[in-house]
């Protein structure tokens, strides 16, 4: 069997049309990546997160997969962390996110 590519990801966009879904994924700039300001002074640019890949699949697909990955990720906090699995306030409150959404 092939080698399949494996992609650190920490962002995305999802663009929806009749038929379907695509789905793009980025990976933000390292802290390597960014450019260091002089001392006291403000950094002025930082790179845009870099487009990794895209994927297109149906709505009903989707659907599928998500339910299984809530499932896999709850049984993960229950049966292993014995905890949530947190996330940071200030990226819920970016993504309108609150405790009943999972």
């Known amino acids: 069997m092939p080698d399949i590519p494996r992609f650190f990801v920490d962002s995305y ?9 695509e789905l793009s994924f980025f990976r933000s700039p390292s802290p390597r990546e960014v450019p260091q ?3 006291g ?4 640019s930082v790179p845009p997160a870099q487009p ?8 009903q697909h989707l ?3 998500l339910i299984q990955m809530r499932r896999m990720l709850k049984g993960y906090e229950v049966d ?3 905890a949530p699995i947190p996330i940071d306030p200030r990226i819920a409150e970016q993504n309108k996110i609150t405790d ?3």
């Open 37 to 39: 300001a002089a001392a």
């Open 13 to 21: 966009t999802s663009i929806n049309s009749p038929s379907g879904v």
């Open 80 to 82: 292993v962390l014995k």
């Open 100 to 102: 009943k959404d999972w």
């Open 41 to 44: 002074q403000p950094v002025t």
């Open 52 to 59: 990794i890949f895209d994927v297109d699949m149906s709505y």
């Open 63 to 65: 659907k599928i997969m």
